[in-house]
């Protein structure tokens, strides 16, 4: 890091963690708009196949996705915990429907390493980086822009339309 760029970006960096399928997860603050409680979803007919549903938001539709369909990992439990993490990219906002937000982590900037070259994949390549902590398993760091453009490639596969009882 050029000493411009040591005084362009902050020492450390903020991070929200959430909890998908008993993994911990991050995302930073800064592409976090909020954290609301879960509600249902209204299905969306012809969505990209990750689209969930949406979700009225004070007035403002919100395409929901379930995170953990987006890393490979099952669907999400939408237990009593479970929330939904509005996130904005580019001016694109998008909710991640998570088992549970747990915390923020505060961390050098230095502490956040690469993903290794062998897993560059994990999570549709959605991982941008992973913290080590002493004692806990590693927090993979979340890239917002790659989870939105993963939800763009799922475009091509669309949702089928829901059922309608005869």
């Known amino acids: 890091m050029t000493e411009a760029d040591a005084r362009l970006y902050p020492e450390t960096v903020d991070l929200a963690c959430v909890l998908v399928r008993d993994q ?15 509600a249902p979803l209204t299905p969306l007919p012809d969505a990209p196949a990750l689209i969930e549903g949406v979700l009225d938001l004070r007035g403002t539709v ?26 904005e990219v580019d001016r694109l906002v998008l909710g991640l429907w998570v088992d549970a937000a747990t915390d923020v982590l505060s961390v050098e900037r230095a502490a956040l390493e690469p993903v290794p070259s062998l897993a560059t994949e994990t999570g549709g390549g959605c991982v941008g980086h992973v913290v080590r902590r002493p004692k806990q398993p590693p927090v993979l760091v979340l890239d917002p822009t790659a ?3 993963a939800v763009r490639r799922s475009g091509s596969q669309r949702s089928p339309a829901p ?4």
């Open 147 to 149: 989870l939105v453009e």
């Open 163 to 166: 059922e309608v009882a005869a």
């Open 62 to 87: 919100l395409p929901v996705v379930d995170l953990a369909r987006v890393l490979a990992r099952g669907r999400s439990d939408g237990g009593l915990r479970a929330r939904i993490v509005v996130l």
């Open 24 to 38: 911990t997860y991050a995302l930073d603050v800064t592409a976090v708009r909020e954290i609301v409680r879960f």
